[in-house]
C-alpha cells in the first residue's frame, strides 16, 4: 500500500468535471430560467409573442439537453471513463447558451427603449455571475457562457455607439469587466484547484489509514490466534491431546490459590498403566500408543465436574486434578476410573495381575496450607501410587 501525495492530473480533471455537472447544473438552469421569466415580461410588449415565445422555447430546450448531458454524465460516469468528451459537451452547451443570451440582447436592443436594453444586459450579467461560483472548478467553461454572452455584445455596443447614449460606455465596461473576470476566474479557479487536491488528499489518506488499520487489526487477530495456538501446543501432549506437564504444574498452582483463598479442598489421582513395559515389548510402541490414546478418553469419561483436569504427566503415567473434591469423592472418581479400563478390555497377555490392561492409582486431597506447592501434591500422590504397586496393581491408595 503506498500512499500518493499529489492527485493525478487524469483524476483531477475527472473531479472537476464532477464538481462542475454536480454543483453547476442546478445553478445554470435556475439562473437562465430567470432569466428567460424576466425578459419575457420585458419584451412582451415591444416584440411580437410568437417570436418571443419561440425564442423562449428554444432556451428551454437548450437547457434540456443540457441538463440531460450532465444528468447521464454522473450516472454513467462518463466523466472518469471519457473525460475529454464530458469536457467539450460542456464548453459546447456553454458556448451556446452565451450566444443565446447575445443574440437576444443584439436582436431586441433596437427594438426597446435604452432602460429595457440596460435591464436586460444586467440580467444577462447576473445570469452569467450567479453560477460562477459553481462552475469555476472548470474555468474555459464559465469563461465559455461568460463571454459569448458578454463580448458579442460588448463589441456590438462599441459598433452602435451612435444608436444609444451609453452605448459607448457600455462597450468600454463590459469588455473591461470580460477581461477583468479573466484574471479573476484564473485565482478562483486555481484556489477550487487546490481544495480539490487538498480534499482529494484527506480523503486518499483516510482511505490508507483505514485500510492499514483493518489490515493491523486483522494482523493482530493473526497474532492473537497464532499465539494461542502456540500455548495450546505447549500445554497439549501430542500424542493423547490431553495436558502436559506444563500444563499441570500451571493448574495444581492456580487451584493451590483458589484452594487457599476459599479454604476449599483439592485432589490430585495419580496413575500408572501396569506392566506396561511388557505389553510393548510383547505388541509393539504402535500398539502401546495406541492403549495410551485410548486410556486418555477413558480418563476423560471418568471425570464429570467442571474445571476437573486430565492430563499425561510423563511416560504411562497420568494425572488427575479435582478442584473441591475431598478424599470421598476423589475416591469415588478412581473407582469409576478404574472400572471404566476394566470395561475396555484392552488384551494384556503379559500382565500377571488380569489378561487385560489395568491401572494403579495413587490419591492425595488436602485442604492446601501456607507452604504446599504443586512438587508437594504430586510427590505424595507418587507415594500412594508406589503403595498401590506394592500391593499388587490394579489397586487405589489414598495417601
Same mark, same amino acid.
Given at each position: ?88 459537451? @460542456?464548453?459546447? /452547451? %456553454? +458556448? #451556446? ?6 443574440? !437576444?440582447?443584439?436582436?431586441? $436592443? ?19 455571475? @450567479?453560477?460562477? /461560483? %459553481? +462552475? #469555476? ?6 469563461? !465559455?457562457?461568460?463571454?459569448? $454572452? ?250
Amino acid at each position: 500500500m503506498i500512499y500518493q501525495r499529489h492527485i493525478p492530473n487524469e483524476e483531477l480533471f475527472a473531479s472537476q468535471l464532477e464538481m462542475v455537472m454536480q454543483n453547476g447544473r442546478i445553478a445554470s438552469i435556475v439562473a437562465n430560467l430567470f432569466g428567460v421569466a424576466v425578459a419575457l415580461v420585458l419584451f412582451w410588449q415591444f416584440v411580437p409573442l410568437t417570436w418571443l415565445l419561440l425564442w423562449a422555447s428554444c432556451v428551454l430546450i437548450l437547457l434540456l439537453v443540457r441538463s440531460l448531458f450532465m444528468s447521464n454524465a454522473l450516472v454513467e460516469r462518463h466523466y472518469q471513463r471519457n473525460p475529454a468528451r464530458v469536457y467539450w459537451g @460542456l464548453l459546447l /452547451g %456553454a +458556448t #451556446l447558451t452565451g450566444l443565446v443570451w447575445a443574440s !437576444a440582447f443584439i436582436l431586441m $436592443a433596437p427594438r426597446v427603449p435604452d432602460g429595457l436594453q440596460q435591464v436586460f444586459l444586467l440580467v444577462i450579467f447576473m445570469i452569467s455571475l @450567479l453560477s460562477v /461560483g %459553481a +462552475t #469555476l472548478a472548470l474555468r474555459e467553461y464559465f469563461l !465559455a457562457q461568460f463571454y459569448a $454572452a458578454l463580448w458579442p455584445i460588448g463589441w456590438w455596443c462599441l459598433v452602435h455607439y451612435w444608436e444609444g447614449p451609453f452605448n459607448l460606455l457600455i462597450g468600454f465596461v463590459t469588455l473591461a469587466i470580460c477581461a477583468l473576470m479573466l484574471v479573476v476566474s484564473h485565482r478562483v479557479h486555481s484556489s477550487i484547484r487546490n481544495l480539490i487536491a487538498v480534499n482529494w488528499q484527506r480523503e486518499t489518506m483516510s482511505r490508507e489509514l483505514a485500510d492499514l488499520t483493518n489490515s493491523l487489526r486483522d494482523r493482530n487477530r493473526q497474532l492473537r490466534d497464532a499465539r494461542r495456538q502456540l500455548t495450546d501446543l505447549a500445554n497439549v501432549d501430542e500424542l493423547t491431546g490431553l495436558g502436559n506437564r506444563r500444563l499441570v504444574n500451571r493448574v495444581l498452582q492456580e487451584e493451590i490459590n483458589r484452594a487457599r483463598r476459599n479454604g476449599g479442598t483439592l485432589a490430585v489421582i495419580l496413575l500408572d498403566v501396569d506392566y506396561f513395559k511388557p505389553y510393548n515389548d510383547t505388541y509393539g510402541h504402535i500398539a502401546g500408543d495406541k492403549v495410551l490414546q485410548q486410556l486418555a478418553d477413558v480418563m476423560q469419561r471418568a471425570v464429570t465436574r467442571a474445571g476437573e483436569v486430565v492430563a499425561r504427566y510423563g511416560g504411562e503415567e497420568f494425572i488427575l486434578i479435582l478442584p473441591g473434591a475431598n478424599e470421598e469423592v476423589a475416591r469415588r472418581t478412581a473407582e469409576r476410573l478404574r472400572q471404566l479400563v476394566v470395561e475396555e478390555h484392552i488384551p494384556h497377555g503379559e500382565s500377571p495381575v488380569a489378561p487385560y490392561i489395568t491401572v494403579s492409582q495413587g490419591l492425595v486431597a488436602v485442604a492446601p496450607g501456607g507452604e504446599l506447592i504443586p512438587g508437594d501434591l504430586v510427590r505424595l500422590a507418587d507415594q500412594a501410587l508406589y503403595r498401590a504397586k506394592d500391593e499388587g496393581r490394579n489397586a487405589i491408595v489414598v495417601g
